[in-house]
Every structure is written in C-alpha cells, then in structure tokens.
C-alpha cells in the first residue's frame, strides 16, 4: 500500500508549494487548508506522515497531535511555523514530534525529513496492523484461556500454571495449545516475544 504524505497549513501558497515538492519526487499528498478538514480525511489504512503547521485558526497543531496521539500514533508528525521558539519545539519533540521544522524552510531538507518520516512510518505502521491483528485474535479467547495466556507470558510453567488455577496439568497443555492456534504462533516463544511487543507499544 502506497504511504501518502498529509499537508496541514492555513497558508495556501505555502500548502501548494510543499504539495508540488512531494509530488515531484514521486510522492503523495493530499492537503488540508484546516486541521478539521484533516481529521475527517485522514485514514487509518495506509502508512503515511503529516506535515503539520503549528498556527492555525480554529484548531492549531498542537491540539492535532494529542488527537492522534490518542487515534494514529504510529503517524510521524513534522511540525512545521514561521513564529517557533525553544518551548514550542520542545512541547512538540517530548510529545513525540518527528522534527519541527522552522519556516521558511528549505525544500530539499524538509523533503529529505519527509522521506524520512514515511520509512518510519512504515515500519510503525506494519507494527499497527500486526497488533490490531493480534487484538482480533485476542478477542476470540475465553476468559480462562486469558488467565493462562497472562501467565504463559509472565513465564510460569504449565505446572505452576495448573497450581495456580487449581486445575489438572493436562488441563493447562490444552489451554496452551489452544492459544498457540488461535493466536497464530507456531511456538510459545514466538507468542512470549509477540505479546510483549504488542503490550509495550500500547503504553
């Protein structure tokens, strides 16, 4: 799937101007004249970066970026102003900006970023759908399989397992090979190195 680059600036010319540099190397944009707009457009489906202006009417940067911090953030976000300063980039790189980048900028830096940001935002990405994959299969579990599956991970042993849950050994195998099919892991190590990635991510 092809990543797009998202454009967000109040500024027409500067808006075009960027949306003519992504697209003469090859690139895809799609460019917003408010940052409402964006919210409805954006998609969740595709690995893409935002090119995001820090003053705007209505609803600035800032207000965007905890939005997608909450919705998309695995999207990497360059924060773009003509008025930055210290605090303002700081504010944006502890909440997890990609770069800010101050205007006027020049044209082969900031497109050197954006290519950048989508490598990033591709691996990012494919994180996302695996985890999101990982979600669904979680979903089919039975409680009692998501109380020995907490415990695989932990790495308690099937013996300490059935002590624990007051069960049958054989019991807790089952279980085992139950989460193996259902979560698509062809082993349990697989599904320890599997789960604590997708459980880091999330926090």
């Not at 989460?179 to 599904?191: D, H, N, P």
């Amino acid at each position: 799937m092809n990543p797009v680059v998202y454009i967000v600036d109040d500024d027409e010319g500067l808006r075009n101007s960027l949306s003519w540099l992504v697209s003469s190397a090859g690139l895809e944009s799609l460019a917003f004249g408010s940052a409402a707009d964006f919210l409805k457009a954006v998609s969740r489906d595709r690995p893409a970066c935002l090119v995001l202006d820090v003053r705007m009417p209505e609803m600035g940067g800032f207000e965007v970026q905890q939005i997608l911090i909450k919705e998309l953030r695995h999207m990497p976000i360059i924060f773009v102003s003509g008025h930055g300063d210290i605090p303002m980039t700081v504010r944006a790189m502890r909440d997890g900006a990609f770069d800010f980048v101050e205007k006027p900028y020049n044209s082969q830096a900031i497109l050197e970023r954006i290519q950048e940001a989508l490598r990033v935002a591709h691996e990012r990405f494919e994180r996302y759908r695996k985890h999101q994959a990982l979600e669904k299969r979680l979903g089919m579990l039975s409680p009692r399989e998501r109380e020995v599956l907490e415990r695989v991970v932990a790495g308690k042993s099937s013996k300490v397992i059935a002590q624990e849950l007051n069960v049958a050994v054989k019991t807790i195998e089952i279980h085992r090979s139950n989460l193996r099919e259902k979560l698509g892991s062809a082993s349990l190590a697989e599904l320890f190195t599997e789960m604590l990635t997708h459980f880091s991510d999330r926090h």
